[in-house]
């Protein structure tokens, strides 16, 4: 397209995989803060905030992967219509 846009889908589509590599990673860390803390008598308080943290890491890598599947549906629908826009045309015109 010349005088329209052209995405290098290879390169959006590695887009949505390391997001979703990366919502991967932010749900593995959720197990780490799935400890016991010995904070003497603070622990209960330390404890609430390290489930207060795996909670709000849990949202953020749920986030992360809608974000990768977002990218990839769009990846997946520009593939599709610019694939139906270059049938419908030939040449400097639309054909029937």
Known sequence: MADGYNID???????AGDLSTT?????GQVGAL????DAGSSSGEVAGAFAALS???RGLAETV?????????AVSTY??????AARSFS?????P
Do not use: I, K, Y
């Open 34 to 37: 799935a400890v016991t803390p």
């Open 9 to 15: 889908t290879t390169v959006v589509a590695g887009v």
């Open 79 to 84: 593939t599709g219509s610019d694939s139906g």
């Open 55 to 57: 909670s709000a890491l």
């Open 91 to 95: 040449g400097p015109g639309a054909t």
């Open 65 to 73: 992967q809608g974000l990768s599947v977002g990218v990839s549906d």
């Open 23 to 27: 919502s991967g990673t932010l749900s």
